[in-house]
């Protein structure tokens, strides 16, 4: 029996295997227990002799179940030691760093060139009401603008600005209140229109507005000055075309195109042939009406206005065929900025 037991204690590989040895051998109804029971029955002679090698046997196994017990244990910690350990010459996990949104970079990059040229950074809310948005800004009241089928209502009066022009309303108004004309200003912003979605439209667009009103300012230096910055953003090389347009906000209005700044006007297949790239901005000199709205008499100054596409400006920039990737936040997208 003796030789039985520890050949098996030998076999464990576990504490739970000890434990069956054990119970089998040592329990209740173990086998040496069984001759230790037994014992009665013997007779005067044997009993001591049986008895003494009976327990020499129960404490050679349990010596045994000890070491191999601690064998055992010694064994799993170090084992818990080796899988837990730190391997320092491993390679670090290199963290992915995150990039500036193509439209954030237009955006910082726009307000940055009109900081250096003197102008303040303002903002406005992207919930207007419908005056700042359309009848201070001389909007007749059956102008398409206004549509329901156009423009995003909130109620009767308050809307999701269709443009960044309230914020012209806006500026002149603090001007006036604060007594700090004359104004030179650019805001920067989200803008809403009841658009289908398609490769250039988009229900949610970023438009960024100028506004300048002095003493004397003429469309001279409106012209002046949007070339100076187009030449900013797209390089010396581009040439701008005003053409007559119409704004309720201005008077005389234009839009303005931008010659193509991959042929340099000469005409390939992102222009078209036209040799003009896109119609880049709207602009025009400030309606009297709105003037006399903000309470800036039209008499004594005259001020220009121009709003941009930032979404646009941005496809033109770095050639991206269509507005949805602007918005989708598609990784492998925004890692090329
Ligand atoms: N608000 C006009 C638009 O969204 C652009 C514009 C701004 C035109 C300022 C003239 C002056 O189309």
Redesign the pocket.
């Given at each position: 029996l003796k030789e039985e037991v520890l050949k098996q204690l030998k076999e464990c590989a576990d504490n739970a295997d000890i434990e069956k040895v054990r119970i089998q051998c040592l329990g209740k109804k173990g086998d040496l227990t069984a001759i230790l029971r037994s014992m009665g029955g013997l007779s005067e002679e044997e009993r001591p002799e049986i008895g003494k090698l009976a327990n020499e046997v129960r404490a050679i196994i349990e010596e045994e179940m000890k070491v191999i017990k601690e064998k055992i244990n010694s064994l799993e910690a170090s084992k818990k030691v080796k899988s837990e350990v730190l391997d320092i010459t491993m390679p670090g996990r290199i963290p992915e760093i995150g990039r500036r949104h193509p439209l954030l970079q237009a955006k910082e990059e726009l307000e940055s060139v009109f900081m250096r040229m003197g102008y303040d950074v303002v903002s406005g809310p992207e919930i207007e009401t419908v005056a700042n948005n359309f009848d201070d800004l001389n909007a007749p009241y059956d102008h398409p603008s206004r549509d329901w089928s156009d423009t995003f209502y909130i109620s009767d009066d308050l809307i999701l600005r269709?443009?960044?022009?309230p914020v012209?309303v806006r500026t002149m108004r603090e001007a006036v209140k604060e007594n700090k004309l004359p104004v030179r200003a650019v805001c920067t912003g989200r803008t809403f229109r009841f658009d289908d979605v398609d490769d250039t439209h988009s229900p949610m667009f970023h438009?960024m507005?100028c506004i300048v009103v002095d003493k004397g300012v003429t469309l001279a230096n409106l012209k002046d000055s949007i070339d100076q910055f187009v030449k900013e953003l797209f390089g010396n090389n581009v040439t701008t075309r005003f053409r007559p347009h119409n704004?309720p906000?201005?008077e005389p209005?234009a839009e303005v195109d931008v010659s193509c700044h991959i042929c340099m006007g000469k005409g390939c297949s992102s222009c078209r042939g036209t040799g003009w790239s896109m119609e880049l901005?709207?602009?025009?000199m400030i309606h009297p009406n709105v003037l006399r709205n903000c309470g800036i008499d039209p008499e004594i100054y005259s001020g220009y206005?121009?709003?941009m596409g930032i979404d646009r400006v941005t496809m033109v920039k770095y050639g991206i065929p269509n507005i949805r990737l602007l918005f989708e936040n598609d990784v492998r997208f925004l890692k090329q900025f």
């Open positions: 269709t443009h960044t022009s012209q438009q507005e704004f906000f201005t209005s901005l709207g602009c025009g206005a121009f709003g």
